[in-house]
Antibody, heavy 122, light 107 residues
């Protein structure tokens, strides 16, 4: 069945960067957009951006426009968050957009990764 | 931005009960509403999309309803495995994909 498997927990110091991976399997990777969502402790989930795996085009939330980079290779999506701050401590999730058309996004999320805890602490 | 507001924050229930969770959008979102179940340490799970369509392998005790700005997730004959946090999400217009703050269903 469809799986999104994320990389393990990370600890970083303020000002550093972190790269989280999301490996997709059991479906055509280029057909479905991949979103990134984070959830800080006690907060609601927050959408960060999405990537079209077919061509690498991305769309980012205004909140993360200058600090997030989304990339991909043949079956894995990556999220890099730079200039980390303590309030970036959160669980980071990848999720597949259900649209399934040319890698574009616009619908709900039908599969999610298990989450990656990123802790930012000096 | 469309703001999603859920109530109650916490819902205390017993096995066999019916649980009713509410979600309100700050403006009309048509049918572009999904519900997710999230248990600690697990990936969130899609339950309902397009207000009332159950996702693959979701039991019939989960149902969604509503229109415009007010939506409801109902869990009939609640089972212990249903204890989780439930989130609503819209995908209606930019900025898409905002979530409610969640409702925790607990015993």
């Amino acid at each position: 069945q469809v799986q999104l498997v994320q990389s393990g927990a990370e600890v970083r110091k303020p000002g550093a960067s972190v790269k989280v991976s999301c490996k997709a399997s059991e479906y055509s990777f280029t057909m479905y957009a991949i979103h990134w969502v984070r959830q800080a402790p006690g907060q609601r989930p927050e959408w960060m951006g999405w990537i079209n795996p077919a061509n690498g085009n991305t769309k980012l939330s205004d909140v993360f426009q200058d600090r997030v980079s989304l990339t991909r290779d043949t079956s894995t999506a990556y999220m890099t968050l730079s200039r980390l701050r303590s309030d970036d401590t959160a669980l980071y999730y990848c999720a597949r957009d259900s649209l399934g058309h040319g890698g574009f996004a616009g619908q709900y999320f039908d599969y999610w990764g298990q989450g990656t805890l990123v802790t930012v602490s000096s | 931005e469309i703001v999603m507001t859920q109530s109650p924050v916490t819902l205390s229930v017993s096995p066999g009960d019916r649980a009713t969770l509410s979600c309100r959008a700050s403006q009309s979102i048509g049918t572009d509403l999904a519900w997710y179940q999230h248990k600690p340490g697990q990936a969130p799970r899609l339950l309902i999309y397009d207000i009332s369509r159950r996702a693959t392998d979701i039991p019939a005790r989960f149902s969604g309803s509503g229109s415009g700005t007010d939506f409801t997730l109902t869990i009939n004959s609640l089972q212990s495995e249903d204890l989780a946090v439930y989130y609503c999400q819209h995908y209606h217009r930019w900025p898409l994909w905002t979530f409610g703050q969640g409702t925790k269903v607990e015993i």
